[in-house]
């Protein structure tokens, strides 16, 4: 149920977002129209985001509830797994949207498939990569602030709203003792979780879209260096002290870190074969090595030559008749196979380099230091000892004394 109406949220976005676009072309605004229904779009996307991963959190607490698991273990093992999953569409389907599917089946003049009657958005003749940072621009960043504020601001309106309730008890211990006090101020904890949840998504965005946008490390570091002040605040002065917990590592996190990088050199790969307009651009400098980038452009798009007058549903401009409408596609066949297999070998062999240089890194830096490993040695070495002195020592005589 709540896939489909993630779906139906998303056909409402880019139907919002196809409806402002024809909007803006019949305005003033009709040069900013690709931009300002693309922006507006991104902001929409965001806001749906936020309320929809609200709904998916209550969803999978509700689906691992209901499996009844036996420990507790297992229980926080599942409820990791789901909330990650309703959290990767939820935020990154916009993204995989726009980077590989959008304007690959719109159509051609005069032929255009429709969505509701509306022509289907597509990208420029300059490619999705510009709208593509601007999404994730928007995201990461509108994020990044709205979680800050909810970390920041919401804490406190909670703590005053609960003085106000409670306002007899806060009468009664107004002189009691600090510890009490802090008690009745702070509220308790609960668990690291969203914390863990925050930075996986935040590495997505920094991993997986990392070629179409290479400032969103950026605008990472900049918030996590907030975040640990904002977290060093939060810890103080709103939560009471956590209770420690003894744990062999981060479980199933470190699982879905491991997929989450392995995905985003895939992902990156075909962002730079399919998505963007790198390979292409060195493929035509390679067969007119002489053109160098001038005819790139005439070479990726063919013209329509309207015979009667039409609309902007058919055309991107508006055109007359007898003018030339201009859309970008591959009239030569050979061409367009050749450039295919370029793509295609490009990300076999960046995906095989950027592996085995990462697997090298991984034989040649160890996880455990050698010194820590030798100081670990040596403990239980000597653990081992002091268990086999006590083994060979004879037992204490605990014979009874004579009775006088």
Known sequence: ????????????????????????????????????????????????????SFFYQKLAKLLTDWEMHR??????YHL???????EFVNYYASLFYIAFFKGRFTGYPCD????????????????????????????????????NFMELVVPKIKMRVKKWRL??????????EQWKRDYYDCEPFGGLFGEYLEMVIQLGFVTIFVAAMPLAPLFSLLNNIVEIRLDAKKFISVYRRPVAMKTDGIGIWQTIISTIVTFAVVANAFLIAFTSEVIPQIFYRYVY???????????VITNYTETHNTTSSQCFTYVNEGDTCYFKKLTDELYYYRLFLIRAIFVILFEHIV???????????????????LKIKREEYMAS????????????????????
């Open 1 to 52: 149920m709540m896939f489909v109406v993630l779906l139906i949220l998303v056909f409402a976005v880019i139907l919002y977002r196809t409806i402002i676009l024809v909007v803006f072309l019949g305005s003033s605004f009709r040069t900013e129209a690709p931009v300002l229904s693309s922006l507006t779009g991104s902001v929409l996307n965001l806001v749906v985001i936020i309320i929809m």
């Open 385 to 404: 000892s002091a268990l086999t002195e006590d083994l060979d020592s004879p037992p204490p005589d605990h014979g009874e004394k004579s009775m006088v």
């Open 289 to 299: 090595p002489t053109d160098g980038l001038d005819g790139y452009v005439t070479n």
């Open 80 to 86: 990791t797994l789901k909330m990650y999953l309703f």
């Open 355 to 373: 592996f085995g240089v990462s697997r090298f890194i991984d034989l040649l830096v160890p996880d455990i230091p050698r010194s820590l490993y």
């Open 112 to 147: 255009y498939h429709t969505l509701f009657g509306y022509r289907l958005e597509e990208c420029s003749v300059s490619g999705c990569f510009y709208e593509l940072s601007q999404q994730l621009l928007v995201i990461l960043v509108g994020k990044q602030i709205f979680n």
């Open 167 to 176: 306002r007899k008890e806060y009468s009664n211990i107004k002189d009691s």
């Open 71 to 76: 420990t507790d273990d297992d229980y926080s």
